[in-house]
């Protein structure tokens, strides 16, 4: 095992040795300090792979050691030690840039995974550049090459991050570049779409269960977080898990560990956890549809993807991109787009944003019969269903039946529209998810 050298600051001697006393196994060789001036002192002698600062020092806080860090020794991670229970301060050393805390009194297999994370942080840039990941958000527009910028450094954080934006802006893809370009890349992804998950069974999915559990439960079964243990979950449409699930979720971010139906004893968890909403969820706490503390808890960063139509001059790299890709998938040689074409899409207001973009292109891939795509080649995805479609009046014996033909036209359209996306397809139609799923129940057709 190569060693690597960390600093360790704390005031308490016990700590400090305890510290060292973990860690040595893993091959790290500790320095300590016990006060900031003698951090700063030993900071300025030689380089450390990591540092772990307790908050409270005799001559100031640990906060001032994680701005100086990332002022003047960016590339080393740091973490921080909190008092039990102090939330708002691991919070704030996250937000400044600490890649992660731990509370007193430890528990020393916590302590282990944070170190395990730092080293993986510190590794040279070149071993970790391995991970980078294929696919990655397009566009040239300042607003995307801050988004990008921000990836890169959320990558680093343990910080739980909240995506904002709406439908089809890649908030999942996003979510995904935060994991892959981080140094839990080589663990589980986990994507979770919290609208889809029946209220009734959600606490049994996202923690697992104990056999015997419930009627059906006939073995233990691991939950979402223990599948995404030592990786990420990202728990999509956040804003659709109900109350009960939401106070349990709190719980389990700020434990750090689950407890599965039946089982009497929490087990501890690893788990950086991303989300996101097209949602307005600032709107949704002031009405009382979402706890605050939950809020909080989870957006200790947020990052906003723009949508489309604020970023035109993206398309023309995004329809390059996009329609390569077409054209490699079916083995054909790839259309050019006429400037008119990308000019009548800069003009297009893009409710679906990326994804409708890529509904666009593909339907223009298909039917276009030369190697240039024009603006005829383009047919926008049909607007909601109650956009005053007219029809001819019939004669209406089955007015159920009727209905019911109507709700499916429109609800297929909508699908079709969103590639059979249902959280998309529900937006579009102006309906929660919920009642996209109930409708299709009813209606026979999933
Ligand atoms: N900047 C981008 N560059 C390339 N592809 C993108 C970009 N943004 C989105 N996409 C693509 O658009 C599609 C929709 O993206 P994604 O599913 O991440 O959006 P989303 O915001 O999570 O949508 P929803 O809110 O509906 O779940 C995906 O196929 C994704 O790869």
């Not at 040595?24 to 900031?36: E, H, N």
């Not at 909190?82 to 301060?89: K, M, R």
């Not at 349990?248 to 929490?266: D, N, S």
Request: net charge neutral; charged share 25%; with cysteine.
């Amino acid at each position: 095992m190569d060693t690597c050298q960390a600093l360790i600051v704390d005031d308490e001697e016990d700590i400090r040795t305890l510290i060292e006393m973990t860690l040595q196994p893993q091959g790290v060789r500790c320095d300590s300090a016990a006060t900031l001036a003698d951090a700063h002192r030993l900071l300025r002698t030689r380089p450390y792979q990591f540092c772990i600062t307790d908050m409270r020092l005799p001559d100031g806080n640990g906060l001032e050691l994680v701005a100086h860090v990332q002022r003047h020794h960016p590339d080393m991670p740091i973490a921080v030690i909190t008092a039990h229970g102090n939330v708002e301060s691991a919070v704030d050393a996250l937000k400044l840039g600490a890649y992660d805390f731990v509370s007193k009194p430890f528990d020393i297999a916590t302590l282990r995974s944070m170190v395990a994370t730092a080293r993986k942080l510190a590794r040279p840039s070149d071993a970790r550049s391995a991970a980078v990941p294929r696919q990655t958000l397009l566009g040239d527009s300042a607003a995307m090459q801050r988004v990008r910028s921000l990836i890169a450094r959320l990558a680093r954080s343990q910080a739980p991050v909240f995506i904002s934006g709406e439908s089809g802006t890649g908030k999942e893809l996003a979510a995904r570049l935060v994991h892959s370009s981080g140094p839990r890349a080589d663990k589980p992804f986990v994507p979770v779409n919290c609208g889809a998950i029946p209220a009734e069974l959600m606490e049994s999915e996202f923690f697992g269960h104990r056999r015997g559990a419930f009627t059906g439960a006939v073995q233990d079964k691991a939950g979402l977080f223990q599948a995404a243990d030592g990786g990420t979950l990202f728990l999509d449409e956040i804003a659709e898990l109900p109350q009960h699930m939401q106070v349990k979720l709190l719980r389990a971010i700020q434990e750090r560990a689950v407890k599965p139906v039946g089982a009497t004893h929490e087990v501890p968890v690893d788990v950086r956890v991303l989300s996101a909403s097209h949602r307005d969820l600032g709107r949704m706490i002031a009405e009382g549809g979402f706890r605050r503390d939950l809020y909080y808890r989870l957006n200790v960063i947020e990052l906003h993807l723009p949508a489309l139509r604020e970023r035109p001059e993206d398309i023309p790299v995004l329809c390059e991109h996009l329609l390569a890709r077409l054209a490699a998938t079916a083995g054909l040689p790839c259309p050019h787009m006429h400037p008119q074409a990308i000019a009548a899409l800069q003009r297009h207001p893009f409710p679906g944003n990326v994804r409708e973009l890529e509904n666009i292109l593909e339907r223009a891939f298909t039917l276009c019969d030369h190697d240039t795509i024009g603006p005829a080649d383009l047919q926008p995805d049909p607007p909601p269903a109650d956009a005053g479609t007219v029809r001819t009046a019939v004669p209406v014996s089955d007015l159920e039946g009727y209905l019911e033909g109507l709700e499916k036209e429109a609800i297929e359209q909508a699908l079709r529209a969103c590639r059979y996306n249902k959280t998309a397809a529900a937006e579009r139609l102006g309906i929660s998810f919920r009642a996209l799923r109930y409708r299709l129940k009813k209606l026979g057709m999933e």
